[in-house]
């Protein structure tokens, strides 16, 4: 199984920037696995945030972040990117990023789908 480690998370000030990364190791070859990012505040379930398709052909987001946060991934560092933009104190979450297999893009927005998690990373954004 692919194993998954965040970083980049922080205090941010609200229309502030912070550009999240996901490595993995392990498992089978990175470009096997569609990816995304989730987040979570305490007591709700995961949210769906972006996911990104094997070779970055097919993209999704929420509704929420369209237009302020971009997936990005780099197939040869076994890397994908989260980069946010104008964050506004609601995108305060921890952010975790998984790993999914057989499944296109527009049908990858429910955790449940996803084989592999990171530990998450903890985005703050002040108002």
């Known amino acids: 199984q692919v194993q998954l480690v965040e970083s980049g998370g922080g205090l941010v000030q609200a229309g502030g920037s912070l550009r999240l990364s996901c490595s993995a190791s392990g498992g089978r070859t990175f470009v096997s696995y569609a990816m995304g990012w989730f987040r979570q505040v305490p007591g709700k379930e995961r949210e769906f945030v972006a996911a990104i398709s094997r070779s970055a052909s097919s993209i999704e987001y929420a509704a929420s972040v369209q237009g302020r946060f971009t997936i990005s991934r780099v197939n040869a560092n076994n890397t994908v990117y989260l980069q946010m933009n104008s964050l506004k104190p609601e995108d305060t979450a921890v952010y975790s990023c998984?790993?999914?297999?057989?499944?296109?893009?527009?049908?990858?927005?429910?955790?449940?789908?996803?084989?592999?998690w990171g530990q998450g990373t903890q985005v703050t954004v002040s108002s």
């Open positions: 998984g790993a999914i297999i057989g499944r296109r893009v527009y049908d990858a927005r429910d955790a449940a789908d996803y084989t592999s």
